[in-house]
């Protein structure tokens, strides 16, 4: 559980966590594999949400699963991209939140993710959280935590250097 001083400081700048889906770069679901790699070589992400018709989130693709199309034994082909589609490479199981998400299960989630996409209750996609903003929080609560509390020590860790000493 995260204390209250700690999620108040946390939670301070929450308006800049969401990064909206018109600001974030993404693929349609139907879109060419080819066109796929130039738009996640050009927003230099190594990955992106994808979406259907209706804005709706139904996974994420990679620079690394597009390339892997790419690669035989041999050489590197942009000819083995012919005829595949997003769809072909996405990857379906995606953890994501809704609107109304929650500190810890976005900081539980973010130690493995980039991001988090993020979505209304029908999975319409709204935006992501980033690694990078929650970190820029955390950097905000390191130094303003004690400039704004007292912090004391727990009476048991006295009892325990006194015991010590």
Partial sequence: MIGPTVKELLL???ETFLIPANNVANVMVEHPLDHCLLVLSKVGYSKIPVLDKEDHLVGLVSLTEVV???????????AHLNGLAVADVMETSVAVVTEDWDLEEVLHLLVDLAFLPVVNEERVFKGIITRKEILKAVNHMAHELERKNMLLPKASANLEKQKIG
Avoid: A, F, V, Y
């Fill in 12 to 14: 301070e700048n929450q």
């Fill in 68 to 78: 892997e199309k790419m690669i035989d034994l041999k050489e590197i082909n942009m």
